[in-house]
């Protein structure tokens, strides 16, 4: 049956909306004691404070923002008339849905309230003489982050329940406006202009054109179709060898020239398009529908909507892709980005796709190879390897990304060159098993890591989150830490009821060097050699101001492989984000089999990033798509706007690390006789062993050049 006012109270803050006769009874009971404990007044106070109003604004003051753009207190007397008249059917009977049911509801409120003497009839006529003025009067978004928004709202259900959606909660996010609209700009330029170099797929759909419509008829249509990315819809009215004219979607015409156009040669494959079009009735035909994007430069110098030059020809991409960028110091979300549309496709692929990683990967194995005695100079064989499957007898012969060999190659100019074959033998110099159980300290779970030599290669099933993640530790210093969303929440009257408190990184905090001291030092249990000695704080006791993040690896071997990476960006494959102009980022490509997936991953002054480019049913990308083409430029527009006017710091050198001179062909420390010498960081550890090797050499060789005297 129906409810009274304070049943529906009772159901709105203490029952659910469970259709039984338990919880109406209960709902009865309850609304008892209420009648009892509380005066009508506070009772329709609590009512009006609670109540869905449609458009989800929850409560008569959010109703009043929204519709009216006012407060309470401003409200005229039709205005709140209006606002009494939507619980009933506030979904199908509010203003804006139905503005003439919303009319007549409205009236009839003033007629009762005209009855009941709370206002006289001049007012009554007076107000219902007022039009309905209703509008969308929403808060301006501060940022686009769909795929964040949503993730919200999961969490919030995941945390309060179904009714966190309609109990007026306020959250704030870790997310940085401009980071995010950086992401979001870069990733959408990135795949359009991917889409550009693979070619013209041709029109969305297509309409039969009598020449009889109306524009108005024709822009109705065309207004069902939604923007999407900034790429409107547009009809194609007339074409011929130089232009075509097309309306949009509010009435207005454009005419595209074959300048607009010229990009948009025939798709054949993803290796191949056909040629240049000559005219531009070869692609447009009357009755197309297709997409224009306001041409950048044009928008740039600020020339005005409806203008041809103002517009270029475009296309919805089929490729996809992902940015996500965190904060090393307690992995707080800085943006994320994840696809090229929300509202083409919920599918968050910074968190929910597993692709692998391909070289980018790399770091991981290289880390996993330093705490086992390798370092940055070490001499590996670049050269075939052929690999034979002994249950299978399948044969696997891995290549490098250009099918040549470099011979002895210093494991920094495999990292710079991004060389496969290095990487698979210095993973097989280890030990896929060790290197498992080293790589989960970086967060990856076991079941995504390759019991075999492939993990080399990337081979591993990863989300981008995931992977920034892990570059977060060689970014910090080689603390683990895990990624957040959500900074706070308020309830209803602003009263905080969550506040995020994550371990961060804070090496230089005494809570810091105490806990360090007390383990030892900053190894992580996998280094060979004795842990550096940390100088203790002026409070060495009582209890820790804030929680630390866990050390993930050795402090030098996450150095080690920082510097590195810094070394692709300056000379090696990433290095296209010199564009930045900084001398303080770092970073690997990745490229997959068949030019699957295209990454690019790193860090810069504050930011870790990862950008990935792939399709949704892993198809190719086509040849000549690696991580620095594909990839790279979506990542240069976000952590380009993450370290804007962040000044550059010098990389702290950790204890138990010297810079040495080693022979570049061997690989040894560098003695009287070396030709070529380069300089590089070492453990202590290891230039004790390699001169207490060389120690021995001389002796083996003084020892037998005595004996020959005889």
């Given amino acids: ?18 259709y039984s006769y338990s919880r109406k009874l209960t709902e009865m009971f309850l609304a008892l004691k209420m009648e009892r404990e509380l005066g009508k007044d506070e009772i329709l ?60 509801r409205r009236n009839y409120v003033i007629d009762r309230m005209l009855e009941e003497g709370y206002i006289d009839a001049d007012a009554a006529r007076a107000a219902q003489a007022e039009p309905i003025a209703a509008g969308r009067y929403e808060p301006p978004i501060e940022v686009e982050a769909p795929y964040v928004a949503e993730m919200v709202r999961q969490a919030m259900v995941q945390r ?15 997310i940085r406006a401009s980071d995010q609209a950086a992401a979001q700009r870069g990733l959408v330029q990135t795949l359009l202009d991917y889409d550009r170099r ?16 109306s524009d108005a008829e024709l822009a109705r249509r065309l207004a069902e179709i939604p923007s999407v990315a900034d790429l409107r819809p547009a009809l194609v009215l007339r074409s011929d060898d130089q232009h075509a004219e097309l309306l949009l979607d509010d009435r207005s015409r454009v005419r595209l020239g074959l300048d607009q156009v010229r990009w948009a040669s025939r798709y054949l494959d993803e290796n191949r398009r056909g040629p240049a079009p000559r005219t531009v009735a070869e692609l447009l035909a009357p009755g197309d529908v297709v997409r224009l994007r306001r041409d950048p430069a044009a928008a740039e110098a600020g020339e005005g909507d409806g203008e041809s030059i103002s517009y270029l020809l475009s296309q919805m991409p089929k490729v996809q892709g992902a940015v996500v960028a965190l904060d090393p110091e307690d992995g707080a979300l800085r943006a994320l980005v994840g696809g090229f549309s929300f509202g083409a496709s919920k599918f968050n692929r910074a968190i929910q796709s597993q692709r692998n990683p391909g070289s980018s990967f790399k770091p991981f194995v290289y ?21 034979t499957n002994q249950s299978t007898g399948e044969v696997w012969q891995p290549q490098n990304d250009n099918e040549t060999f470099g011979g002895p190659t210093r494991l920094r100019e495999a990292m710079v060159s991004s060389r496969n074959l ?61 990624p957040w969303f959500i900074e706070r929440i308020e309830d209803r009257d602003g009263v905080t009821v969550f506040a995020e408190h994550a371990p961060q990184v804070c090496a230089d905090c005494p809570e810091r060097r105490r806990t360090e001291a007390v383990a030892g030092g900053a190894g992580s249990g996998f280094d060979l050699g004795p842990n550096a000695q940390v100088e203790l704080g002026a409070e060495p006791h009582g209890p820790l101001l804030r929680p630390l993040a866990p050390r993930a690896i050795d402090a030098r071997t996450a150095f080690l492989v920082n510097n590195l990476l810094r070394d692709v960006v300056a ?113 202590l550890e290891d230039i004790s062993r390699m001169e207490s090797q060389r120690a021995r050499q001389e002796t083996e060789v003084s020892e037998r050049e005595a004996f020959d005297i005889f």
Avoid at 1 to 18: H, K, M, N
Avoid at 372 to 381: A, K, M, N
Avoid at 448 to 475: K, M
């Fill in 1 to 18: 049956g129906g409810s009274t006012i304070t049943q529906q109270v009772a159901r709105q803050f203490f029952l659910s909306t469970e």
């Fill in 367 to 387: 880390a996993a190879a330093f705490e086992r005695g390798f370092h940055p100079g070490s001499i590996v064989l670049d050269a075939p390897v052929v690999l």
């Fill in 422 to 482: 290095v990487s698979i033998r210095i993973l097989d110099a280890i030990g896929v098993s060790y290197a498992r159980r080293y790589l989960s300290q970086f967060g990856f779970p076991d079941e995504s890591l390759p019991q075999n030599l492939t993990l080399a290669l990337g081979t591993s099933a990863l989300s981008p989150l995931q992977v920034a993640t892990g570059y977060a530790v060689f970014a910090n210093g080689g603390y683990r830490v895990e």
């Fill in 198 to 213: 693979h070619g013209w797929r041709g029109p969305e759909r297509q309409w039969p054109l009598t020449g009889s419509e």
């Fill in 160 to 174: 309060y329940g179904e009714n966190a959606l309609n109990d007026g909660f306020k959250v704030y996010t870790s």
């Fill in 571 to 683: 000379r090696g494959t990433g290095r296209g984000a010199l564009v930045l102009g900084r001398n303080d980022l770092g970073g690997k490509t990745g490229t997959t089999n068949e030019f699957r997936d295209a990454w690019f991953s790193g860090f810069g002054p504050g930011v870790v990033a990862t950008a990935w480019v792939g399709m949704d049913d892993f198809s190719s990308l086509g040849r000549g798509e690696f991580g620095a083409r594909a990839a790279l430029p979506a990542w240069i527009e976000t952590v380009g706007a993450a370290s804007q006017g962040m000044p550059e710091t010098p990389v702290r050198v950790p204890d138990g690390l010297a810079r040495v001179r080693l022979d570049a062909v061997t690989g040894w420390l560098a003695g009287p006789d070396s030709d070529t010498v380069v300089t590089e960081f070492l453990r």
């Fill in 45 to 104: 106070e609590l009512y009006l404070n609670k109540s869905f109003f449609g458009n989800r604004a929850y409560g008569i003051a959010a109703a009043a923002e929204y519709y009216f753009g006012k407060s309470l207190p401003q409200l005229s007397l039709a205005e709140a008339a209006t606002l009494a008249a939507i619980p009933k059917f506030p979904s199908s009977g509010n203003p804006l849905v139905n503005p003439q049911r919303a009319l007549l």
